[in-house]
């Protein structure tokens, strides 16, 4: 597609249930990243991906969290045991990963409501 | 570490009137500083960005910022609002050398009246 492509778009669960989220990056861009908006404020930043390099998981907020990106496609981002705290927009980004340019392309996001 | 605040968290403003949206920065290196929009129902896409090199960035549909570093501060503007730039509007500064990871501010959720 050309654009960045996430789903579900909205997914209801209940709490204690696990949770997978799926982005499909912009073909070519090597560097993905999740980010989390939580009702009224920012974004905050999750986990990030560079090619075949070890990810950058300084943000995960618990072990709960985790992500896999197999080369340079398709993410899951997965939370276990989800808690009532993790309902938030989960937002996927890709980027060409040329120094500088800071320019991410945004899916839509996923709006997780846990129950 | 990195900060950033956007003073008020709601701006209206009439069609054809001056858009200033504030932020500010802390930094404990060089920035890269960014603002991204939000339109309704969609995703986040760049609006302008700095990256050290003109103060004042132009970015799409009118908008321009300035980087004051003795300020801190890197506000948008634009001359005259249209209907059409109602939007939340984010400033984000990146972390370090990995420019991706951004950290933003809480956003602004820009109204224009008739």
């Known amino acids: 597609g050309a654009g960045v492509s996430q789903s579900p778009s909205n997914k209801v669960t209940e709490k204690g249930k696990d949770v997978e989220l799926r982005c499909d990056p912009i073909s070519g861009h090597t560097a993905l990243y999740w980010y989390r908006q939580r009702l009224g404020q920012g974004l905050e930043f999750l986990i990030y991906f560079q090619g075949n390099s070890a990810p950058d998981k300084s943000g995960l907020p618990s072990d709960r969290f985790s992500a896999e990106r197999t080369g340079e496609s398709v993410s899951t981002l997965t939370i276990q045991r989800t808690q009532q705290e993790d309902s938030a927009v989960y937002l996927c980004a890709s980027s060409t990963p040329s120094e500088g340019t800071g320019e991410l392309f945004f899916g839509e996001g996923s709006r997780l409501t846990v129950l | 570490a990195q900060s950033v605040t956007q003073l008020g968290s709601h701006v209206s403003v009439s069609e054809g009137a001056l858009v200033l949206l504030r932020c500010n920065y802390s930094s404990s290196v060089p920035p890269y500083l960014f603002w991204y929009v939000q339109y309704p129902n969609q995703g986040l896409q760049l609006l302008l960005k700095y990256t050290s090199a003109a103060t004042l960035v132009k970015g799409i549909n009118g908008f321009e910022a300035e980087f004051k570093k003795s300020e801190t501060s890197f506000h948008l503007t634009k001359p005259s609002a249209h209907m059409s730039d109602a939007a939340e509007y984010f400033c984000?500064?990146?972390?370090?050398?990995?420019?991706?990871?951004?950290?933003f501010g809480q956003g602004t959720i820009l109204t224009v009246h008739p």
């Open positions: 984000a500064v990146s972390r370090g050398t990995s420019y991706g990871k951004l950290t």
